[in-house]
C-alpha cells in the first residue's frame, strides 16, 4: 500500500524558513516524479513544485519561485520542501503527492498524504 | 495559462440521483489530460479519473468522466451518502486546478 506522510509544518513568522519533509513507503519511490500541492485555508488546490524520478528536473509555481525548493532523497524515499521568506499567502495545507508528470506539468496525481499545515502569522 | 471553471458551485442531490458536473477549460486542454478528484472534509483528495475518461483503481463505476477540448464531464450515476464532497477537475498545463463543485446529499 502507498503511503506518504508528511511532517514539519508549524507556526511561523512572515519572512521566516521552514522545511517539510515526506516519507514514502509501498511502492519504488526512485521510479516516480514526486510533487507538492498546497490548499489555503477554505480554498482549492494549487500546485505548488514537482521533481522527476533522480532530481535532476525541478518545477515551482510562479508565486513560489526564488523562495522555495523541493528536493528529494531517494535512499531514505523522501521528499523535501525547503520554504524560505515565507509570507501569509503562504498559510496552507501542503500535500505530498506521487504524480504522473512530463516536466513542470502533470497528468495526475494518483496518491496524496494526509497534509501538513503551515500557518505564517506574527 | 488555461484557467478550469467548474459548475456549478454547490450541487444538492438526493441519495439515487444522478449528479453532472462540469469543467470549462479556457483554452483545449493537452491530449484531454484532465483529472478528476474528490475530496472529504479533512481529509486528502483522491484521484477518481484521468485522461478524462479512465477510472483509477478501486474507484466505483458509478462514477464516469466524459470530454474533449474545453468541456469536461463527471457523471456520478446513482449517488450515495458517502459521495458528499467537493469535486475537482486538474488539467496537465502547470498542474491547474478548478475551484471545485460541492456535492452535498440531501
Known amino acids: 500500500e502507498v503511503q506518504l506522510v508528511e511532517s514539519g509544518g508549524d507556526l511561523v513568522q512572515p519572512g521566516g524558513s521552514l522545511r517539510l519533509s515526506c516519507a514514502a513507503s509501498?511502492?519504488?519511490?526512485?521510479?516516480?516524479?514526486m510533487a507538492w500541492v498546497r490548499q489555503a485555508p477554505g480554498k482549492g488546490l494549487e500546485w505548488g513544485a514537482n521533481?522527476?524520478?533522480?532530481?535532476?528536473?525541478?518545477y515551482h509555481v510562479d508565486s513560489v519561485k526564488g523562495r522555495f525548493t523541493i528536493s528529494r532523497d531517494n535512499a531514505k524515499n523522501s521528499l523535501y520542501l525547503q520554504m524560505n521568506s515565507l509570507r501569509a499567502e503562504d498559510t496552507a495545507v501542503y500535500y505530498c503527492a506521487r504524480g504522473y508528470c512530463s516536466g513542470g506539468s502533470c497528468y495526475y496525481f494518483d496518491s496524496w498524504g494526509r497534509g501538513t499545515l503551515v500557518t505564517v502569522s506574527s | 495559462e488555461i484557467v478550469l471553471t467548474q459548475s456549478p458551485g454547490t450541487l444538492s442531490l438526493s441519495p439515487g440521483e444522478r449528479a453532472t458536473l462540469s469543467c470549462r477549460a479556457s483554452?483545449?486542454?493537452?491530449?484531454?489530460?484532465l483529472a478528476w478528484y474528490q475530496q472529504k472534509p479533512g481529509q486528502a483528495p483522491r484521484l477518481l479519473i484521468y485522461g478524462a475518461s479512465t477510472r483509477a483503481t478501486g474507484i466505483p463505476d458509478r462514477f464516469s468522466g466524459s470530454g474533449s477540448g474545453t468541456d469536461f464531464t463527471l457523471t456520478i450515476s446513482r449517488l450515495e451518502p458517502e459521495d458528499s464532497a467537493v469535486y475537482y477537475c486538474q488539467q496537465f498545463g502547470r498542474s491547474t486546478f478548478g475551484g471545485g463543485t460541492k456535492v452535498e446529499i440531501k
Open positions: 521533481i522527476n524520478q533522480d532530481g535532476s528536473e525541478k
Open positions: 509501498g511502492f519504488t519511490f526512485s521510479s516516480f516524479w
Open positions: 483554452q483545449s486542454v493537452s491530449g484531454n489530460y
